[in-house]
């Protein structure tokens, strides 16, 4: 593993490095690479396919709609969702490659359906290095002089173009081709997922409207939301569909629970002490949005009265100018807040791992040490 600190989550001690082993992350990276490879060539042809369709069924209206959803979709990032789908599949003992890629599609088009719903929730005006999508529609309102609100057009038309992408994924699900009992399970895995996830969201908003919100409130937001979404259902999907029982889907839930966490408390890092657009959105946004993520609640429980009292703000100013977007990462810094959420993030990254050594001889080598891998990513990433 990476040379990170584990410390006591509890106590925000530092201790000594766990143990260096580059060969895990090179494999992850090795294998991410083939896995977006082949995800991003299917998301290509199927945009340009449902593009082409939707013009000649429903017209240039709706053709407008779906380009906003499909720019989101075909922008790509890592395929992280996608990817785990295809290897829980595979590590389960799956063999038909045509069919996990398909099911790989669909994960990755609710992930967009997703995004742009949480992009509207959060006034984020980039996302992947692009407009989000109501942005891209909004402005499509202004360019053609079209009545009424620019920003509420954007939205509204926004969500239902998302809405449109869930549906689609769920019809290409429904058929696939393979047992019609494990895809059954499949959705039914997938949409109580997706049921955690939203109570996640929930509870996200809350904390950033909310006065007292405290590390158990974000933890909550990070299993939830996180956890649930990015780690365990995927994987779960993939692996129900090869077929794997209750005891193996059981047995891998330790470490999506844990490395789930440690990529939200990552990206939280990266999302703010990244460089501009790193992470695919402005470094502002959760300062800006009044997100309560492990850092900003820990700088809040551990900074001098006047630092509070800025930070507090802060969070939320939706006129946060680079000044006060500096002070606000020296109090992160200053505080502990930015050790105490890399050694949390370690923390969970060391338990993720030894739970793969726990139940090795349920999946393929090379399944553990993809995962493997992409756990100690996760603690150097830089996007």
């Known amino acids: 593993m990476n040379k990170v600190f584990a410390g006591s989550v509890e106590e925000g001690q530092v201790v000594s490095p766990v143990v260096d082993s580059r060969a895990d992350m090179a494999v992850f990276e090795s294998k991410l690479k083939e896995y977006k490879s082949a ?17 000649q069924d429903f017209g240039a209206n709706s053709r407008e709609a779906v380009d906003a959803y499909t720019a989101i979709l075909g922008r790509g990032g890592k395929r992280i969702r996608g ?19 398909q099911a ?79 895809k059954l399970n499949a959705l039914s895995v997938l949409n109580r997922s997706m049921v955690v996830t939203a109570h996640g969201q929930f509870n996200d908003m809350f904390n950033e409207v909310s006065a007292d919100v405290s590390q158990r409130d974000v933890d909550r937001v990070l ?15 993939g692996m129900i569909l090869a077929g794997a029982d209750c005891h193996a889907t059981d047995a891998i839930t330790t470490y999506a629970m844990r490395a789930g966490r440690a990529f939200q408390i990552s990206d939280d890092i990266v999302g703010t002490f990244g460089q501009e657009f790193e992470s695919g959105k402005s470094p502002l946004d959760d300062i800006r949005e009044g997100k309560r993520t492990l850092l900003s609640v820990y700088a809040l429980e551990h900074t001098t009265n006047g630092n509070h009292n800025f930070l507090i703000q802060m969070l939320g100013n939706h006129k946060l100018t680079q000044s006060e977007f500096a002070r606000c990462k020296a109090i992160l810094v200053e505080s502990g807040a930015l050790d105490y959420a890399k050694s949390a993030a370690a923390k969970h990254v060391e338990v993720a791992v030894q739970s793969l050594k726990n139940q090795q001889d349920l999946w393929s080598s090379e399944g553990i040490q993809f995962l493997t891998g992409l756990a100690e990513y996760l603690l150097v990433r830089h996007s």
């Not at 079209?146 to 019809?171: K, T, V």
């Open 223 to 237: 299993e939830w939301k996180t956890a649930h979404y990015t780690f365990l259902n995927p994987l779960h999907f």
């Open 104 to 182: 790989a599609r669909a994960i990755e088009m609710i992930h967009a359906y997703i995004l742009i719903i949480d992009d509207i929730n959060d006034r984020s005006l980039v996302r992947r290095g692009g407009p989000s999508a109501h942005i891209i529609l909004a402005d499509y309102h202004r360019a053609h002089n079209l009545s009424d609100d620019s920003q509420h057009f954007g939205e509204s038309i926004a969500m239902n173009a998302a809405l449109i992408g869930n549906h689609a994924a769920q019809m290409l699900i429904a058929n696939l081709d393979g047992d019609p009992q494990l």
């Open 39 to 55: 995800i991003d060539a299917d998301i290509a042809g199927y945009c340009k396919q449902v593009q082409k369709r939707t013009l």
């Open 83 to 101: 990817a785990l789908t295809m290897l829980g599949y595979e590590m389960s003992g799956g063999t038909d490659h045509a069919m996990i890629l």
